[in-house]
């Protein structure tokens, strides 16, 4: 998932595939209900414009911070806390981690008034697993063979090999469920089961969202209107916060602003972790990114604690690796390759390029974090000989010409999915890291049950990546949010990339 998000953490127990902990498969999940109050709105703002509101074909997490969780809900939730647990279904069984079998809450209806069934759900998998459908993340659901439904409440998975992420994975954003019959509208108009209804989307301006009377937990939502403000720049997000314009700052807020809001009586500020890994990315398809001691060489050229504070005003944390500190199978690899800007000249003259090269940085600026840290990096890599080219692009050509056609040289962009180091496993992903020893071990990784066993993998492929060093890891974006005093239930953390509304009120 590109952009904001988080990471979830391990928990263990006789069944314990997934790397989060997965909750106890019983009733008393569904929050008290909310006392009877007057009818309430809530105006925030969020730093990008969704590309489309499809979760099944799109890894923005612009999408995602509205549509999941708000809008349209999975099989398995993760909570506020980073723990997996059942949502639309109610449960799951397993005896040999192999067939599965789900139960589904019932009475779940979806915003068109029909009711959630088996079929539905076996129905957006198949469609997922469907090479021609082009879902973001296919590799989720490869290890699915049969799916069959015993009854309009049960399902079964049966799986063609081990999966460790199993069910993490129908816990993510492309395992949203929906009705067959709205499949065609997703992009514009998803229908979910979520505790919000897609009411207005105004192009440029803004998404409207209300109220799901019929929602299956009960008390739930909260709020009877949302509206999302697209406001990308940090300092008219500051603005408008102090005008009254927007109740809540969730994605946006410039981290030179916290100390100045914390002063102000009107704010709360809330300072969380994610598990948005921001990084620049190197195109290893490309000379003269294809030699590894030229990606080594930027590496090394770039004082990773003067961007953190340059960008982020010492937000944040430093990474070496993919694996950021919420993950429990961290390592702290940041020091294996440290800021050494002779060495970086000499690795690039052993590559040929004593006299450097001229490169282009392709930035999104509906992220201002990859602007401030582009123009950080840029300068340090003049200092070794690398002449940049900052080149600012829409956050839709972002998508089309370097995510999806690799067609860049560097390029920064943070990426908010947990447990997402499948990326480097993938030669096709769009910095185009291609090794077959990284590739044998996450395959590893994938079917091996074991913590212990799969935590010693884990290290071995953060020190792996760190020796190929196809992107350079920069540091961990933290979560950010300024709300007026009285908005209550907004998440600390950010386990996965949504803003999750569903509990958040207005305190009286």
């Known amino acids: 998932m590109i952009s904001e998000g988080a990471q979830g953490r391990r928990g263990k127990g006789r069944h314990a595939l997934t790397p989060l902990l997965v909750a106890a498969l019983v009733a008393g999940l569904t929050p008290s209900p909310a006392a009877a109050q007057a009818p309430t709105s809530l105006v925030v703002q969020t730093g990008a414009e969704p590309p489309g509101l499809d979760l099944t074909a799109t890894p923005a997490s612009a999408t995602a911070a509205v549509v999941f969780y708000n809008i349209q809900e999975a099989l ?12 639309l279904a109610e449960r799951w069984h397993t005896t040999d981690n192999r067939n599965y079998t789900f139960f589904l809450k019932r009475g779940v209806h979806f915003h068109n008034g029909r009711e959630l069934k088996a079929a539905d759900v076996k129905y957006v998998i198949e469609r997922a697993m469907n090479p021609e459908t082009k879902h973001p993340y296919p590799g989720y659901y490869a290890a699915i063979g049969d799916i069959i439904v015993k009854d309009d409440y049960t399902i079964t998975f049966s799986l063609k090999s081990l ?6 994975n129908l816990a993510r954003q492309g395992s949203v469920i929906y009705p067959r019959e709205a499949v065609d509208t997703l992009k514009s108009d998803p229908v979910g089961t979520g505790p919000f209804k897609l009411a207005e989307w105004v192009r440029g301006d803004r998404i409207v969202l209300t109220r799901n009377p019929d929602y299956h937990v009960k008390g739930l939502p909260r709020l009877d209107r949302v509206v999302f403000r697209f406001i990308p720049d ?4 500051l603005a408008a916060l102090k005008a009254g314009d927007i109740d809540a700052s969730l994605f946006g807020l410039g981290p030179e602003h916290v100390q100045e809001v914390q002063k102000d009586a009107r704010f709360q500020v809330v300072v969380g972790d994610t598990t948005n890994d921001v990084i620049l990315a190197m195109n290893n398809s490309r000379k003269p990114y294809a030699d590894v001691r030229v990606r080594r060489a930027i590496t090394h050229a770039i004082n990773k604690q003067d961007v953190l504070q340059g960008a982020m005003f010492g937000l944040g944390r430093i990474l070496g690796s993919n694996v950021d500190p919420l993950n429990p199978y961290y390592v702290d690899v940041s020091g294996l390759m440290p800021y050494d800007p002779a060495r ?6 052993e590559a040929g390029y004593p006299n450097g090269f001229e490169t282009v940085l392709k930035v999104a600026p509906q992220y201002y974090y990859t602007v401030r840290t ?8 003049a200092k070794v000989g690398v002449k940049v080219r900052i080149e600012q692009i829409e ?15 560097l390029t920064i962009i943070g990426h908010a999915e947990a447990w997402d180091i499948e990326n480097y496993a993938k030669p096709t992903y769009y910095f185009r890291y291609d090794s077959p020893e990284f590739q044998t071990l996450f395959k590893e990784s994938e079917v091996t049950l074991d913590d212990k066993a799969r935590r010693e993998l884990y290290a071995r492929m953060q020190k792996k990546l760190v020796e190929d060093a196809p992107v ?17 239930g ?12 569903a509990e958040v009120a207005w305190a009286k």
């Open 76 to 87: 398995v939730k993760v909570d506020r806390h980073g723990r997996l647990v059942p949502w």
């Open 395 to 409: 956050w839709g050509q972002w998508i089309a010409r370097v995510w999806r056609e690799a067609d860049y040289d």
């Open 472 to 488: 350079v890891w920069l540091y961990m974006h933290p979560r950010l949010v300024v709300a007026k005093k009285g908005v209550a």
């Open 344 to 349: 970086a000249k000499k690795l690039l003259a």
């Open 163 to 168: 999966n460790a992420n199993f069910i993490l």
């Open 374 to 381: 582009g123009e950080i990096i840029a300068n340090h890599l």
């Open 490 to 501: 907004l998440w600390k953390d950010l386990p996965v990339p949504s803003a999750d509304l």
């Open 234 to 237: 940090p300092n008219a997000t």
